[in-house]
T-cell receptor
Framework: GQQVMQIPQYQHVQEGEDFTTYCNSSTTLSNIQWYKQRPGGHPVFLIQ?????EVKKQKRLTFQFGEAKKNSSLHITATQTTDVGTYFC?????????FGTGTSLTVIP | SAVISQKPSRDICQRGTSLTIQCQVDSQVTMMFWYRQQPGQSLTLIATANQGSEATYESGFVIDKFPISRPNLTFSTLTVSNMSPEDSSIYLCSADSPSGNTIYFGEGSWLTVV
């Protein structure tokens, strides 16, 4: 399966700063999902986007699917230490889920 | 969401040996998957565990190295055969949701091969 690229690979922010991770594909995505993995934990589903240009919010998290369905972003407003972890985008292709390269977020208190 | 239990959670294995990881889901699920995640890396799909038939392997993974069983809709095993240090990794079991649109993960099995 194809791998979706994410940038940046790592991000350190001061608590209270905003954070954005981007997910990019060379091909059109049928859907995009976002997962969070806390240090030492397993990935946990956050959200799924299906429609072109779709925007969804979960409290301080804003998820967006590009108009061309080739990219997606996750934006966190006013980060907190509880936001620490690695954020993965993933695509459901057929019956299989393929994960992006991930962005590791460190929040400095 | 489904609760997925994996065991062992952690093991140190000798080079050349094999280890079987068990995955139990608390409800019947259609799809079960096995992933590998090396420290600090992304998740790589090893195979889809099919109930009643042979697993479907991704490119770069073969049945002789990673035999998989799925005897029913709630249970699967992954064996890592003839282990080498390069097999040191976290192995994650996952299952799809009833809608099929998302997957849930077990806690993972940390294998270290020495």
């Amino acid at each position: 399966g194809q791998q979706v690229m994410q940038i940046p690979q790592y991000q350190h922010v001061q608590e209270g700063e905003d954070f954005t991770t981007y997910c990019n594909s060379s091909t059109t995505l049928s859907n995009i999902q976002w997962y969070k993995q806390r240090p030492g934990g397993h990935p946990v589903f956050l959200i799924q986007l299906v429609k072109s240009g779709e925007v969804k919010k979960q409290k301080r998290l804003t998820f967006q699917f590009g108009e061309a369905k080739k990219n997606s972003s996750l934006h966190i407003t006013a980060t907190q230490t509880t936001d620490v972890g690695t954020y993965f985008c993933a695509e459901l292709t057929g019956n299989q889920f393929y994960f992006g390269t991930g962005t590791s977020l460190t929040v400095i208190p | 969401s489904a609760v997925i239990s994996q065991k062992p959670s952690r093991d140190i294995c000798q080079r050349g040996t094999s280890l079987t990881i068990q995955c139990q889901v608390d409800s019947q699920v259609t799809m079960m998957f096995w992933y590998r995640q090396q420290p600090g890396q992304s998740l790589t799909l090893i195979a889809t565990a099919n109930q009643g038939s042979e697993a479907t392997y991704e490119s770069g993974f073969v049945i002789d190295k990673f035999p998989i069983s799925r005897p029913n809709l709630t249970f699967s095993t992954l064996t890592v055969s003839n282990m080498s240090p390069e097999d040191s990794s976290i192995y994650l079991c996952s299952a799809d949701s009833p809608s099929g649109n998302t997957i849930y993960f077990g806690e993972g099995s940390w294998l270290t091969v020495v």
